[in-house]
């Protein structure tokens, strides 16, 4: 599947994911909620491979590394995240989160040494300002404490950190599939613990929109969608992937305008299309140089005589 499919299987599930998160932490604690979600992601994809005997032995520097991811990328992050929902809107949230791609670039820089794409800062301003017209109305209306902007740039940072450690895992020859897989694990097994230090209520929701909203966020919203976007990192750099992190907003509004009857206004609208246009701005190709004709290169001779 070519990348370009990748990127937008993120886009499209991590939009929708927003909605599922909703529903499911409408049942239960949001600690618990996080944890359901990822023993059921990597039960479900450490049971598929060892089913289909796709299940490597890796060492243990390989395990130590997809401790850090799991911590980075499926629990410290998504704790954060969800801490800082609960004190303001959704549409300020998303904006914040949208630096990912920024700290993507910046940490991807300092770590591992990548020179980021100097579309990267033009590219991002247009998605912010983008994004943040596109939740104007939520942002002029709704209040945040400082403890949870504090939240939310805190995890998106840790997200980026996950990012870059994800690309430190392919230089040990992790598959991706696996790595994810153990990496999931690890991070179910660190929300375990946060939530037994924590004394959270122990319950088993009985919904069934619960536990369809968490298979979602397992099996599509988990799996497969960071399957895709980590193969983005992989293949375009983690500056240009994190944009992704812009335009699922975007998708969440679509839906939000089926589900919920949201009613694009015209600021809506323009933030939609410069959070499109900052993608055109960083993944556009260059215009390549033609060669001059033979009459042409017959006129540049005759003018050098």
Aim: charged share 10%.
């Amino acid at each position: 599947m070519p990348v370009s499919a990748h990127y937008f299987v993120t886009v499209l599930i991590w939009g929708l994911t927003w909605t599922a998160i909703r529903l499911q932490v409408e049942s239960a604690a949001v600690d618990l909620s996080v944890f359901y979600r990822f023993v059921l992601a990597s039960a479900v994809a450490l049971g598929g491979l060892a089913l289909v005997r796709r299940l490597p032995r890796l060492t243990r520097r390989q395990h130590g590394w997809l401790v850090l991811q799991g911590l980075t990328l499926y629990s410290i992050n998504f704790l954060m995240i969800y801490r800082a929902a609960e004190g303001m809107t959704s549409g300020l949230l998303a904006v914040i989160f949208s630096l990912a791609a920024l700290f993507n670039a910046i940490n991807g820089r300092l770590f591992l040494g990548i020179q980021p794409s100097a579309r990267i800062v033009p590219a991002v301003t247009l998605g912010l300002t983008g994004v943040a017209l596109l939740f104007w109305q939520d942002l002029w209306l709704g209040n945040a404490t400082f403890a949870a902007m504090a939240f939310a740039a805190t995890g998106t940072f840790w997200f980026s950190l996950g990012n870059v450690l994800s690309l430190k895992v392919r230089e040990l020859n992790v598959p991706l599939l696996a790595g994810n897989a153990w990496a999931m694990f690890y991070g179910a097994l660190a929300l375990g613990i946060w939530c037994l230090v924590t004394g959270v209520e122990w319950v088993i929701p009985t919904a069934g929109v619960f536990w369809g909203a968490t298979l979602f966020l397992a099996v599509p919203g988990s799996i497969i969608a960071f399957f895709s976007y980590l193969t983005v990192i992989r293949t375009l750099g983690p500056d240009k992937a994190g944009y992704a992190t812009v335009l699922f907003p975007v998708v969440a509004l679509s839906l939000s305008t089926w589900l919920e009857g949201f009613v694009w206004s015209g600021t809506a609208l323009t933030g939609a299309c410069l959070a499109l246009l900052g993608n055109y701005v960083l993944f556009r190709q260059p215009r390549r140089q033609t060669p001059p004709t033979a009459d042409a290169d017959k006129h540049l001779q005759h003018g050098a005589r």
